[in-house]
């Protein structure tokens, strides 16, 4: 069982859409981490968040928005996605950022822009 | 600037031979390194790390590694693989010129024969 729950587990939705993902740990973390894989490749770093704050932007399009509102949650606001965009995004969390904890990955959710 | 080499895409073997997945680093300083293996439509999960010390670490699930200096590797090894380890597996170094991300390899897409 993954200590950080991810959802949902399937998204399918249109370029005009708006939807949002979700994360939740309970294990205390204070950095929460988004990622994005695609087929037969690595993750991609996207966001990372510190004690609530964002600290690393990758340079992620503006469709893509995300949010921390307590040390437990982390969101991923999407709005007019392309088909690009398609791909498992994964959040993760670790004790601390800059402190060379391993991160503890969810399951993902699978995103499907049609 | 530091990288991670996984040199084989896939590797085949039988159920119960050995296994070891290679993985060279490229980086000045002792570095931070982990093995993270993903199954079919999961999100990664921690097998193993090396932060200093003993230079042959034990995982979870059987895995263990060992860091080689001279080599600049960390290659991954189990003494009998099971079939349910068939999975995707990612080596990864932390940078530490202050943003402390993850710099995955490639990916090794093990297949394990019955």
């Known amino acids: 069982d993954t200590e950080v729950t991810q959802t949902p587990k399937h998204l399918v939705m249109g370029m005009t859409n708006k939807k949002s993902l979700k994360c939740e740990q309970h294990?205390?973390?204070?950095?929460m981490y988004w990622y994005k894989q695609k087929a037969k490749k690595p993750p991609e770093l996207m966001f990372v968040?510190?004690?609530?704050?964002?600290?690393i932007n990758e340079s992620v399009p503006s469709r893509f928005s995300p949010e921390c509102p307590n040390s437990s949650l982390l969101n991923l606001h999407l709005h007019a996605l392309q088909p690009e965009d398609s791909a498992l995004y994964l959040c993760?969390?670790?004790?601390?950022?800059?402190?060379?904890?391993?991160?503890?990955f969810g399951d993902g959710t699978r995103l499907s822009i049609l | 600037a530091q990288s991670v080499t996984q040199p084989d895409i896939h590797i085949t073997v039988s159920e119960g031979a050995s296994l070891e997945l290679r993985c060279n680093y490229s980086?000045?300083?002792?570095?931070?390194l982990f093995w993270y293996v993903q199954s079919p439509g999961q999100g990664l999960q921690l097998l193993l790390k090396?932060?200093?010390?003993?230079?042959l670490v034990q995982g979870i699930k059987g895995f263990e590694a060992e860091f080689k200096r001279s080599q600049s590797s960390f290659n991954l090894r189990k003494p009998s693989v099971h079939w349910s380890d068939a999975a995707e597996y990612f080596c990864?170094?932390?940078?530490?010129?202050?943003?402390?991300?993850?710099?995955f390899g490639t990916g090794t897409r093990l297949k394990v024969l019955a």
């Open positions: 993760a969390s670790s004790q601390g950022w800059g402190e060379y904890q391993p991160q503890h």
């Open positions: 294990m205390g973390h204070r950095a």
């Open positions: 968040y510190s004690y609530e704050k964002l600290s």
């Open positions: 980086y000045g300083a002792t570095p931070y």
């Open positions: 090396y932060f200093s010390g003993d230079t």
């Open positions: 990864a170094v932390v940078t530490t010129s202050g943003t402390y991300k993850y710099i």
